[in-house]
């Protein structure tokens, strides 16, 4: 099945600062890449998306881009705030088959 | 409609004793997943269902475990004599035929003592 990895683990930035996190994928048959932000005690909210067909996707502060080649796709979040500070997963899946989630990264958004 | 719900938010119970939790999903999405989410990692899958079909079981999911959609509406999960190792977040989310996009219930925090 479909294997995803995140790195870093944690990332700290200082206010205002960008982010970025970075995922790769296993399936080079997966076409739909989600990223999730999971505040504590909550569940994971839809923030932005991509389908393989697109290279990159932005909206207003954050944004995706998709390698195929390479099987990877990362998050880039700018002028990063307080409020950014979350857990973020990727996911992935083809098809109509169910999500595959990494384990996470910790953003830390430094005041 | 606000969104998926689940209930109860937590729960605490004994080892050995059953529980069961609800989801309601966006009314319109006719696609429901259970995934089950361990500190420090992400959701993992347990099952899906596309209207009152269940159409995909993890081999997580030990035959402790059971859920049901009976009307194609809300889903319940149920896990019989549990264990502490149970203990986890239960996520629900749900989709439309056809969408790819999955939103998430706020979960429901299990803890086994």
């Known amino acids: 099945g479909e294997n995803v990895e995140q790195h870093p683990s944690t990332l700290s930035v200082q206010e205002g600062d960008s982010a970025v996190i970075k995922c790769t994928y296993s399936?080079?048959?997966?076409?739909?890449f989600p990223w999730y932000k999971q505040e504590l005690g909550k569940g994971p909210q839809l923030i932005i998306d991509?389908?393989?067909?697109?290279g990159e996707k932005k909206d207003q502060r954050i944004a995706v881009t998709l390698n195929k080649t390479a099987k990877h796709f990362s998050l880039h979040i700018t002028e990063t705030q307080p409020e950014d500070s979350a857990v973020y997963f990727c996911?992935?899946?083809?098809?109509?088959?169910?999500?595959?989630f990494g384990k996470g990264n910790q953003v830390v958004v430094i005041p | 409609d606000t969104g998926v719900s689940q209930n109860p938010r937590h729960k605490i119970t004994k080892r050995g004793q059953n529980v069961t939790f609800r989801c309601d999903p966006i009314?319109?999405?006719?696609?429901l997943y259970w995934y089950r989410q361990t500190l420090g990692q992400g959701p993992e899958f347990l099952t899906y269902?596309?209207?009152?079909?269940?159409?995909?079981k993890s081999r997580l999911l030990s035959d402790r475990f059971s859920a049901e959609r009976p009307k194609g509406s809300f889903s319940t999960l149920e896990i019989q004599r549990t264990e502490q190792g149970d203990s986890a977040m239960y996520l629900c989310?749900?989709?439309?035929?056809?969408?790819?996009?999955?939103?998430f219930g706020q979960g429901t925090r299990l803890t086994v003592v």
């Open positions: 991509i389908r393989s067909n697109v």
């Open positions: 989310a749900s989709s439309s035929e056809g969408g790819t996009e999955a939103f």
């Open positions: 399936d080079s048959a997966s076409n739909y």
């Open positions: 009314s319109e999405h006719n696609r």
């Open positions: 269902f596309q209207n009152e079909a269940q159409l995909e």
């Open positions: 996911a992935a899946k083809k098809g109509n088959n169910r999500l595959a």
